[in-house]
Antibody, heavy 118, light 113 residues
């Protein structure tokens, strides 16, 4: 069965950086795109980024463009999200999600919490 | 960018009664070449990640009870629960995957009356 396990969250100061990881199993990781979606405490879902299965396309929400970088390592079946220049508005649970063939998220991890605070 | 707007923001329905959640997109998410609406619905229970319910606006994901149905086309969509059960208490989100950013609606909180 599909399993997605996020890690790397924690408390970071404003202006700091963090790298999130998402370990994938139970499917052919190299064949599917992947998403990052975040949810601020008590708020709704915000789509953050998508990477195509072959890394040929990477998309970002305007709110994170130029600060976050999505990548993947097929040899490790792992998705990454590099978070730089963090602000309090980036505080959220970050979910990774496998993309269906037609790009919508179909399986989600449990999420990892990022808290930006001094 | 496509803006997704759900209504209502919250909803209280009696057990066994019908619950209806609406989702409106700021532009059509119907792709003319394949006549498919690029619209998904998710259910998120407290403390859990979202769970996919429907894609193509009305295609039920495997394992989703048939009391759930999705409908609509173009810019207006509806998620209906025909007979509300206790386990349906959750926040429901629509999402368009027609174009990036793949925007979500703000969510509709469904409770028992």
């Amino acid at each position: 069965q599909v399993q997605l396990v996020e890690s790397g969250g924690g408390v970071v100061q404003p202006g700091g950086s963090l790298r999130l990881s998402c370990a994938a199993s139970g499917f052919s990781f190299s064949s599917f795109g992947m998403h990052w979606v975040r949810q601020a405490p008590g708020k709704g879902l915000e789509w953050v980024s998508f990477i195509r299965y072959d890394e040929s396309y990477k998309y970002y929400a305007d709110s994170v463009k130029g600060r976050f970088t999505i990548s993947r390592d097929t040899s490790k079946n792992t998705l990454y999200l590099q978070l730089d220049s963090l602000t309090a508005e980036d505080t959220a649970v970050y979910y990774c999600a496998k993309a269906h063939q037609y790009t919508f998220p179909d399986y989600w991890g449990q999420g990892t919490l990022v808290t930006v605070s001094s | 960018d496509i803006v997704m707007t759900q209504s209502p923001d919250s909803l209280a329905v009696s057990l066994g009664e019908r619950a209806t959640i609406n989702c409106k997109s700021s532009q059509s998410v119907l792709y003319s070449s394949n006549n498919k609406n690029y619209l998904a619905w998710y259910q998120q229970k407290a403390g859990q990640p979202p769970k996919l319910l429907f894609y193509w606006a009305s295609t039920r994901e495997s394992g989703v009870p048939d009391r759930f149905s999705g409908s609509g086309s173009g810019t207006d969509f509806t998620l209906t629960i025909s007979s509300l059960q206790v386990e349906d208490v959750a926040v429901y989100y629509c999402q368009q995957y027609y174009s990036t950013p793949h925007s979500f609606g703000q969510g509709t909180k469904l409770e028992i009356k």
